[in-house]
């Protein structure tokens, strides 16, 4: 029989009669049982928690929403410490900065802000709690026009691998707000809660071109061109389906009024006249949700990737001819980076690795039943290895991959070494650790497992970060 503290905040074991809904994540592919659901209310409460699984020796993970696509917020026989009601949002009196905690929906988030006339660019799923994402980077439908959700936090407040509540911004831990600014969540600390500037906003125009099938590789090649030269108030995504779908489609945001978005677009709409073609502006908030759909529990995998620049020919080609004939439930989804406020913030301002990427890349599945497995894991995984050779080799950790075997590469560029410092210095016994997260050091068989640039593991065994083994 397992003992719980008192002060960690209500407790869930497999005798209580909703564990079975309380152990369940987003991914249907990941069916864990851990031996306890901690659910804290408040910092000291996580803060109880930690020093449980901590002094115990108890395996644990963390959980804002449970929506991590490769389960890495569940385990088996250990606790899951999760922070959905952790559900405060604050407004400061001159309305510039919000302070928001892990527990709370997106949806919820913009809802609240709009409320008082601003937002934050976060993400576009508004059922997910902004927990999970905050940390890696945040990519939403605003990316373009006002940058990467990290690019607005200004502090943090964290419970640290001891136990303590840490405050983090320019002035205490500066180290570690910029470790926390694309380094990933649940590497070190649990946040419980996040301070954000946030901005103005009002009307916006949204817009939706789909097209057939056949010649939508023609549109895609159009879009990635025009997309990297777009106004930078323009933010949108393309979907490539397979061809059963017989569609392609681009949506986005224009931070202006529809007359001139028609214009902007006009480059685009006459090379390739959309078979559907819709623009509307509207006050912000009654755009939240339409650039996603509400996917519930189901089987799910996405493999990231990032584009420098435009694909190539042959890359599209590749492209084309694996979504022939695909699996239903797949597609390939490409968001717009490049020309934007994000690779105009100061590289050195934040752990994250790819503000020179101009498009970032998912290929995505969805399907129901664990018999569908291998036919969509095959395609997903066939459709990246025949592409990896056009992309930049990175990958955005909000979109984690257990099958990238390069993932501290892929991940975090040449800022590795730092946030393994950092790491260290917050870490050192690694109790925030879990499939892919920071190590403390790495032996030189992992180092070489890894696949490290010469440069990351010079750099590396400079600062003492890799040892004999």
Known sequence: MHEYPRNAGTVTTPSDPDYERARRIWNNRFDCRPQAI??????????????????????????????NSEGFCTLDDGIVIDLSKLGSIAVNEDRSRATISPGVHLGEVYANLWSVGGTIPAGVCPDIRIGGHVLGGGIGMLVRSRGLLIDNLVGLTLVDAHGETLRVDEDHHADLLWACRGGGGGNYGIATSYTFEMKPISDVTIFRLEWGWQGGIGVLDAWQHWILDADSRINS??????????????????????????????????????????????PYMECVGTFSEQVPSIRAKFVPALAAGPLSTEALKTLERWHRDAPAGVKTGFYGLGGTVLGSVAPESSAFAHRDASICVEYLGHWHGAESDEEHLSWLSGIRAELDPFMTGGAYVNSPDRDL????????????????EVKRAYDP??????????PVSLTETQAAAARLPGTVLADLRARGLVTTG
């Open 38 to 67: 901690m659910y804290p209310a408040n910092t000291d409460e996580v803060a109880a928690a930690v020093d449980h699984v901590r002094d115990n020796g108890v395996p644990f993970r963390i959980r804002s929403g449970g929506h």
């Open 237 to 282: 995504r393309f979907n490539f389906f397979p061809q059963a779908a017989d569609s392609v489609m681009t949506i986005g945001l224009f931070e202006g009024p529809a007359d001139e978005l028609r214009a902007l677009l006009a480059p685009l709409t006459n090379a390739h006249p959309p078979r559907d073609f819709s623009v509307r502006t509207m």
């Open 405 to 420: 075997e390069n993932w501290l590469h892929a991940y975090y560029g040449e800022n590795l070494p730092r946030l393994m």
């Open 429 to 438: 016994e690694n109790v925030f650790s879990f499939e892919q997260s920071i």
